[in-house]
């Protein structure tokens, strides 16, 4: 099969878009149409599918196999431990592990998954798999597939936004930017939520999905600016008149600050013997310094930029708040 040539990531803020360009990846970020997606859900597929042929020939986007993030709210995915089986045995048995994650008929699901580890026994014989395991339900994943058909794109691949992270974090400990024994924390500020991810290595111990995101900032904009929420949002990107230092931005950032606070502070409390010193920023709230920096100084850690975490051939200057999109060309 050909490699992922082109990976969309499609926010209800932006659509993120990166791309495998010779030697290089790139990361081009476009502002959806407003309400076009809802808590990751697709409003109206025959728009979005109109929107991606208008990107496909406005930013001469590759006739390749592409691939999408799929949102956590349309997507299970799990850590799994099992013996080591064919993957006609995964097959048949995937849809047990998820058995409490979903709510119907199990047939009307698809499951995947991510090899993490293999254990051997002492005599070095395979014994045990780490997974990433992962369901999504077939209505979801044909939904998908119709709306890229029409827009006479060639949908090859679907991941979860963890299985895209997980694959950053293996090349990065591959390639010696992360060690094996260290604790990372990973903030992914995004438009309507924000995700906190806990790793040792390149294996995730923790998520945490909060329901503050970027939004937050644009209704207290839009309050005090007397304007719609669709150009506070744009008043926010630009830093328009230095309005992310008014005095009512600062306090939206706090909030959010203590909002991912509490989460670290119990993964602290669970795990007494933590080192955790960084805290990495991705998403499109990480292109806000002033967020990162009450978020950092608020939960006593050093502040850093995810990107620092990739490997050479992400562009120096990628938008960070397409690094799931890149993680899936790594895939």
């Given at each position: 099969?050909?490699?992922?040539a082109?990976?969309?990531?499609?926010?209800?803020?932006y659509i993120?878009?990166?791309q495998?360009?010779?030697n290089?990846?790139?990361?081009e970020?476009?502002q959806?149409?407003?309400?076009?997606?809802?808590?990751?859900v697709?409003?109206?597929?025959n728009?979005?599918?109109?929107f991606?042929?208008?990107?496909?020939?406005?930013?001469?986007?590759?006739?390749?196999?592409?691939?999408?993030?799929?949102?956590?709210?349309?997507?299970?995915c799990?850590?799994?431990?099992?013996?080591?089986?064919?993957?006609?045995?995964?097959?048949?048995?995937?849809?047990?592990?998820?058995?409490?994650?979903?709510?119907?008929?199990?047939?009307k699901?698809v499951?995947?998954?991510?090899?993490?580890?293999i254990k051997?026994?002492?005599?070095?014989?395979?014994?045990?798999m780490?997974?990433?395991?992962?369901?999504?339900s077939?209505e979801?994943v044909?939904n998908?597939?119709?709306?890229?058909?029409?827009?006479?794109?060639?949908?090859r691949?679907?991941?979860?936004?963890?299985?895209?992270l997980?694959n950053?974090?293996?090349?990065?400990l591959?390639?010696?930017?992360?060690?094996?024994?260290?604790?990372?924390?990973?903030?992914?500020?995004?438009?309507?939520?924000?995700q906190?991810?806990?790793?040792?290595?390149?294996?995730?111990?923790?998520?945490?999905?909060?329901?503050?995101?970027?939004?937050?900032?644009?209704?207290?904009?839009?309050?005090?600016?007397?304007?719609?929420?669709?150009?506070?949002?744009?008043?926010k990107?630009?830093?328009?008149?230095?309005?992310?230092?008014?005095?009512?931005?600062?306090?939206?950032?706090?909030?959010?600050?203590?909002?991912?606070?509490?989460?670290?502070n119990?993964?602290?409390?669970?795990?007494?013997?933590?080192?955790?010193?960084?805290i990495y920023?991705?998403g499109?709230?990480s292109?806000?310094?002033?967020?990162?920096?009450?978020?950092?100084?608020?939960?006593?850690?050093n502040?850093?930029?995810?990107?620092?975490?990739?490997?050479?051939e992400?562009d120096?200057?990628?938008?960070?708040?397409?690094?799931?999109?890149i993680?899936?060309?790594?895939?």
């Amino acid at each position: 099969m050909k490699k992922t040539a082109i990976a969309f990531d499609i926010g209800e803020s932006y659509i993120k878009i990166a791309q495998r360009i010779g030697n290089k990846i790139t990361v081009e970020t476009v502002q959806m149409p407003e309400n076009l997606i809802r808590d990751g859900v697709i409003q109206m597929p025959n728009v979005l599918t109109d929107f991606l042929k208008g990107l496909k020939q406005e930013h001469q986007l590759s006739a390749g196999p592409c691939g999408i993030v799929v949102p956590d709210e349309v997507t299970v995915c799990r850590p799994i431990t099992m013996p080591v089986m064919t993957e006609a045995q995964l097959e048949v048995n995937l849809p047990f592990e998820f058995s409490d994650y979903i709510s119907s008929d199990p047939q009307k699901y698809v499951y995947d998954y991510a090899v993490l580890d293999i254990k051997n026994d002492e005599e070095g014989k395979p014994v045990e798999m780490e997974l990433m395991g992962a369901v999504m339900s077939k209505e979801e994943v044909l939904n998908y597939v119709n709306i890229f058909k029409n827009a006479k794109m060639k949908l090859r691949t679907l991941i979860p936004e963890e299985i895209a992270l997980g694959n950053i974090m293996r090349q990065a400990l591959e390639e010696g930017r992360i060690e094996a024994d260290k604790e990372y924390c990973i903030v992914n500020l995004g438009h309507r939520s924000t995700q906190v991810y806990m790793y040792r290595g390149d294996r995730q111990n923790v998520i945490r999905n909060l329901h503050v995101g970027n939004d937050q900032i644009d209704k207290v904009i839009a309050e005090n600016k007397n304007i719609d929420e669709f150009l506070a949002r744009t008043y926010k990107n630009s830093n328009y008149q230095n309005i992310q230092e008014e005095r009512f931005c600062q306090e939206a950032f706090g909030r959010v600050a203590i909002e991912i606070m509490k989460v670290i502070n119990f993964y602290r409390f669970n795990n007494r013997d933590t080192e955790l010193e960084d805290i990495y920023f991705c998403g499109g709230g990480s292109n806000m310094e002033g967020l990162c920096e009450t978020i950092a100084d608020t939960v006593g850690m050093n502040g850093k930029k995810f990107m620092e975490l990739m490997p050479r051939e992400v562009d120096k200057d990628a938008n960070p708040s397409g690094v799931f999109a890149i993680g899936l060309l790594m895939q």
